[in-house]
């Protein structure tokens, strides 16, 4: 070996020297070879994503996590590819309440939500809807899972025509014909006096009318 390959070789051990093991390994990387620069690499963001290229999916989203928020996007990689789509989407939302614009977040939003498994509750009447069905005299059946579209079964029902607070009468069933409507007398007046006092009527049984006055005027 000449005197000058030997100074070339120096050179060359310096330069890798001065370069430190990143550089090194993001050469490995560039070459298709992750698994060769993880070792070299102590920066979370980049061992994040030779992980995430070498289908290490969890143990990229964990040097991820580490990073913290400037890796949202990256996060939301690393769930979807470990089967945590439903996370993945929460963090893609974080990527677009950021900017809305985000053409890449939308596209992967949108394939990742098409496999969230859609949450089926069940139709047994908890809670507030549970009193509101018993004050109608419903009684919500078990959700059958093995039919997702059969209605809600009714298992009590108020047979009391009295508990309704306005029965349907002949007169209110009457179909709006045009011999019903030729049948009407042509006094509007007396139909708005009517009317207000049906209304009348109905706030004082609901206590929302105002107290008599002694006087009218």
Same mark, same amino acid.
């Given at each position: $070996? =000449?005197?000058?390959?030997?100074?070339?070789?120096?050179?060359?051990?310096?330069?890798?020297?001065?370069?430190? @093991?990143?550089?090194?390994?993001?050469?490995?990387?560039?070459?298709?070879?992750?698994?060769?620069?993880?070792?070299?690499?102590?920066?979370?963001?980049?061992?994040?994503?030779?992980?995430?290229?070498?289908? *290490?999916?969890?143990?990229?989203? =964990?040097?991820?996590?580490?990073?913290?928020?400037?890796?949202?996007?990256?996060?939301?990689?690393?769930?979807?590819?470990?089967?945590?789509?439903?996370?993945?989407?929460?963090?893609?939302?974080?990527?677009?309440?950021?900017?809305?614009?985000?053409?890449?977040?939308?596209?992967?939003?949108?394939?990742?939500?098409?496999?969230?498994? @859609?949450?089926?509750?069940?139709?047994?009447?908890?809670?507030?809807?549970?009193?509101?069905?018993?004050?109608?005299?419903?009684?919500?059946?078990?959700?059958?899972?093995?039919?997702? $579209?059969?209605?809600? *079964?009714?298992?009590?029902?108020?047979?009391?025509?009295?508990?309704?607070?306005?029965?349907?009468?002949?007169?209110?069933?009457?179909?709006?014909?045009?011999?019903?409507?030729?049948?009407?007398?042509?006094?509007?007046?007396?139909?708005?006096?009517?009317?207000?006092?049906?209304?009348?009527?109905?706030?004082?049984?609901?206590?929302?009318?105002?107290?008599?006055?002694?006087?009218?005027?």
């Amino acid at each position: $070996m =000449t005197r000058r390959e030997l100074v070339t070789l120096a050179i060359a051990a310096l330069c890798a020297l001065a370069a430190g @093991p990143d550089a090194w390994a993001k050469v490995a990387w560039r070459l298709g070879a992750p698994g060769l620069a993880l070792p070299l690499l102590t920066d979370d963001a980049a061992r994040g994503a030779a992980l995430y290229s070498a289908g *290490r999916y969890d143990e990229a989203d =964990t040097a991820f996590a580490a990073v913290g928020r400037s890796a949202t996007y990256n996060r939301g990689m690393t769930l979807a590819a470990s089967g945590s789509y439903q996370l993945s989407v929460a963090y893609f939302d974080a990527v677009l309440f950021a900017d809305r614009y985000d053409a890449d977040a939308k596209h992967n939003r949108q394939v990742v939500s098409a496999l969230v498994d @859609p949450v089926v509750g069940e139709a047994m009447g908890h809670g507030r809807i549970k009193a509101l069905l018993a004050e109608r005299g419903f009684e919500a059946d078990t959700f059958d899972t093995d039919d997702p $579209m059969a209605p809600v *079964r009714t298992l009590d029902w108020v047979t009391d025509r009295d508990a309704l607070k306005r029965g349907v009468t002949r007169d209110r069933s009457v179909a709006a014909s045009a011999k019903w409507i030729a049948s009407l007398a042509d006094a509007p007046g007396e139909y708005l006096k009517a009317r207000l006092a049906a209304e009348l009527e109905r706030r004082v049984e609901t206590g929302e009318a105002a107290a008599a006055e002694a006087s009218r005027w």
